[in-house]
């Protein structure tokens, strides 16, 4: 029998909660996630294609899907919960479930039934309460199924096809600081640095582009979830400079470290 190692396949949970609107360009996420929206709306668009989360939904997120973003308090204020799925555990679950349920129309935000939400109750509590990694993954499998049951999983389980830009991306995201080049990334992966500069470029991918993407969105998760001031995060994302993290932050997203941080509210406020 095979066996599973566990390590670092835990699952990571972000709560983040805001007092003002905001909006952010240009977001990626690298790992599969769900989003429950407690409070207020999430708008999220990619391409022509515009979809509106109002409290009480479910967002599904692919890997490496770009999108922009917008979340919008209500009268209380907007507070999400995001579990980040690690891949292989999400592999796991489409080889135990390929086929079950009745695939309905491909959408990111689904309402939270209530099969799905009992599911969900239970799978925050086992990271809330740092259980075994078996024990997460056993949780967030019955929350999968319940979306799949409804024909809800489409999204989430499309493969990526862009395998070696996935592979650089985790790698990067590893060791945000670490000054890469492009030689040292193609000595992990074991291949030749013209052979990855060939493959990227058949991919569309230009290697500067992916570390900065990876940094950046590192960087916002760190700015949405924890206590870390500007000058640290730029600094535990590759950046000496501050000030030339806090542009090439505000190029991408449309919106600077210091504004983003003020529309945020603390947990518990």
């Given at each position: ?46 391409g022509e294609h515009v979809e509106i989360a109002k409290a009480g939904s479910l967002i599904l997120f692919p890997a490496g899907a770009e999108m922009c973003m917008a979340n919008m308090p209500d009268h209380r204020g907007y507070a999400s919960d995001i579990v ?39 799978l925050l509590s086992t990271i809330k309460e740092n259980m075994p990694s078996p024990l997460q993954e056993h949780q967030v499998h019955g929350v999968l199924l319940a979306l799949q049951l409804s024909g809800h999983t489409d999204w989430l389980m499309r493969d ?110």
């Amino acid at each position: 029998m095979q066996q599973i190692n566990h390590t670092e396949q835990k699952l990571t949970l972000q709560v983040l909660m805001a007092h003002r609107a905001h909006e952010l360009r240009r977001v990626r996420l690298f790992t599969p996630a769900l989003c429950h929206v407690r409070q207020g709306r999430k708008t999220l668009q990619w391409g022509e294609h515009v979809e509106i989360a109002k409290a009480g939904s479910l967002i599904l997120f692919p890997a490496g899907a770009e999108m922009c973003m917008a979340n919008m308090p209500d009268h209380r204020g907007y507070a999400s919960d995001i579990v980040y799925i690690p891949q292989p555990v999400l592999a796991r679950f489409k080889t135990r479930y390929p086929s079950v349920g009745v695939t309905g129309e491909a959408q990111l935000c689904v309402p939270l039934d209530e099969h799905t939400r009992h599911m969900w109750g239970g799978l925050l509590s086992t990271i809330k309460e740092n259980m075994p990694s078996p024990l997460q993954e056993h949780q967030v499998h019955g929350v999968l199924l319940a979306l799949q049951l409804s024909g809800h999983t489409d999204w989430l389980m499309r493969d990526r096809h862009d395998p070696l830009s996935a592979q650089i991306q985790q790698l990067i995201m590893l060791e945000p600081a670490r000054n890469w080049q492009i030689d040292d990334v193609a000595n992990r992966l074991h291949l030749g640095g013209s052979t990855l500069r060939r493959r990227l470029a058949a991919e569309g991918q230009h290697f500067r582009v992916l570390l900065e993407d990876v940094r950046m969105n590192k960087a916002l998760y760190e700015l949405q979830s924890s206590e870390y001031n500007v000058g640290e995060i730029a600094f535990r994302n590759g950046y000496a400079c501050a000030s030339r993290f806090t542009a090439r932050f505000t190029k991408h997203f449309g919106l600077s470290p210091r504004e983003l941080r003020g529309t945020l509210r603390k947990q518990g406020a």
